[in-house]
Structures are given as structure tokens and as C-alpha cells.
């Protein structure tokens, strides 16, 4: 299996903004579509949200609508997530995984995440 790079994490302070990308050699999101996660110390792991291959069609978990994007750059064959007006619950690693499974996507599982830390 093929491990997904998390990218772009960091610190900023509460209200801030960070860009995530995801990607990983071969991997073509305009088929296998993507989904986050993100873990926060001590706690499970949460879904944040998914984009269905192309176009508009992404969904969100209520923490995050409206602050966060997820958008799909068929061409870099990267996926994104703007976080904004960002919260120290935000604080957590994120994840990335194909949305589809099947024999090509499915061998794409996420990789080491990228850690978020918003302090107040």
C-alpha cells in the first residue's frame, strides 16, 4: 500500500488560518475522491470531512462547516483543506484517505498526518 503526505500543518493562535494538502505518488484524486480526520491527543479519531472526486459535492462535520474547505486539484492531483477562523479544539494531527476504495484507490491509506496546533 501507498501512504497519503499530509502537509502544511502548524501553529497559529485562535482565529488564524492553515492549509493542508494531501497527495502521494500515483494517487489521482479526481478519481478516488478524499476524506479527513483528525485525532486529538487522548481522543479518537474524528471525521471532518469528504469531497466526492470533482466539483462542489464535499460535506462537513458540523464542528467545521463553515470554516473549513475541502477542494480537489484534479491536475496536481492534490487535495486540500483551508482551515479558517481556526479554534484551539482544532487542535489535533489530521489524516487523509481515499474516499473510494476498489483496486486502484484502495491501495492509497493515510499516511503520518500533519499536526495542527491553534493556542488561544
Known amino acids: 500500500q501507498v501512504q497519503m503526505v499530509e502537509t502544511g500543518g502548524g501553529s497559529v493562535q485562535t482565529g488564524g488560518s492553515l492549509r493542508l494538502s494531501c497527495t502521494a505518488p500515483?494517487?489521482?484524486?479526481?478519481?478516488?475522491?478524499m476524506k479527513w480526520y483528525r485525532q486529538a491527543e487522548g481522543k479518537e479519531r474524528e471525521w471532518v470531512g469528504i469531497?466526492?472526486?470533482?466539483?462542489?459535492?464535499?460535506r462537513y462535520a458540523d464542528s467545521v462547516k463553515g470554516r473549513f474547505t475541502i477542494s480537489n486539484d484534479e491536475t496536481e492531483a492534490t487535495v486540500y483543506l483551508q482551515m479558517n477562523n481556526l479554534k484551539p479544539e482544532d487542535t489535533a494531527t489530521y489524516y487523509c484517505?481515499?474516499?473510494?476504495?476498489?483496486?486502484?484507490?484502495?491501495?492509497?491509506?493515510w499516511g503520518q498526518g500533519t499536526q495542527v496546533t491553534v493556542s488561544s
Open positions: 469531497i466526492y472526486k470533482t466539483g462542489p459535492s464535499a
Open positions: 484517505e481515499p474516499a473510494f476504495g476498489g483496486t486502484f484507490c484502495g491501495r492509497f491509506r
Open positions: 500515483g494517487f489521482k484524486s479526481d478519481i478516488c475522491g
